[in-house]
DNA sequence: GTGCAGATCCGA
DNA sequence: CGGATCTGCACG
């Protein structure tokens, strides 16, 4: 588990501090788990690609509450994504979880994910991972600590390992475009 | 009430 | 490159 104080810190600063850490799923039907290689940070104060950007609404109202809750919503009616709230109370944090390599129940993922999908393609893009974990808007607002869903210590790497972009897909976000908010451990093959 | 665009994915 | 499929929000 990590503490409480992980999370409670700009979303710039906390995704780049969970690449190589371990998401685990203790569903009904079994444990799935990947590490973390790749992120996006969304920082609803000034960044207009945030979906709580001057937007408190039913959905966008845990990125305000404190860090460590899980954020899902449903992209294009068909996908969920799955976002870590960073920050304290009332700031507009949230990082997105783009891509994970799979570590634990790849069974599981293999009959999530469906008989023809590859390895490689288990958890690489957001849509992707939360199918082959089995997240869904059942887990919005799962405390991150103490749900089933939670957030472990795994892999370390250096800084120099850690490759840096804009976010993908935010062509509309006007000048949040450029933000170089995307993180991602080099060389792994499973980052989106 | 209606219309539309979206932090995606898949298959042709 | 287009279609799937649904929700939140703007508009009126």
New binding site residues.
């Given amino acids: 588990m990590l503490p409480l104080k992980f999370y409670l810190r700009p979303a710039t600063v906390v995704a780049r501090e969970l690449l190589g850490k371990l998401l685990v799923h203790k569903s009904p039907e079994g444990t799935t788990a990947g590490m973390i290689v790749e992120t ?1 940070a ?1 920082e ?1 104060a000034v960044d207009k ?4 950007w001057h ?6 109202k845990i ?1 305000y509450q404190r860090g460590g809750l899980a ?1 899902v ?7 969920n ?1 799955f ?1 870590v709230v960073a920050g304290p109370r009332d700031t507009a944090d ?3 979880i ?1 891509a994970l390599e799979p570590v634990q129940g790849i069974d599981l993922m293999q009959r999530r ?2 008989p ?2 590859d390895l490689r ?1 288990f958890c ?8 082959a974990l089995g997240i869904t808007r059942a887990q919005y607002g799962a405390d991150l600590r103490t749900s089933p869903l939670t957030i472990e210590p795994y892999l370390r790497f250096a800084a120099a390992d850690i490759g840096v972009s804009p ?7 006007e000048e949040a475009r450029d933000f170089p908010w995307r993180f991602y451990l080099q060389d792994n093959i499973f980052v ?1």
Avoid: F, W
């Fill in positions: 996006e969304y609803g690609a945030c979906h709580a937007n408190r609404s039913p959905r966008t990125i954020y919503y449903l992209i294009y009616g068909m996908y994504c976002n949230a990082v997105l783009r994910r469906g023809r999908v393609n690489r893009g957001p849509g992707k991972l939360c199918q976010r993908r897909n935010i062509d509309y976000a989106s």
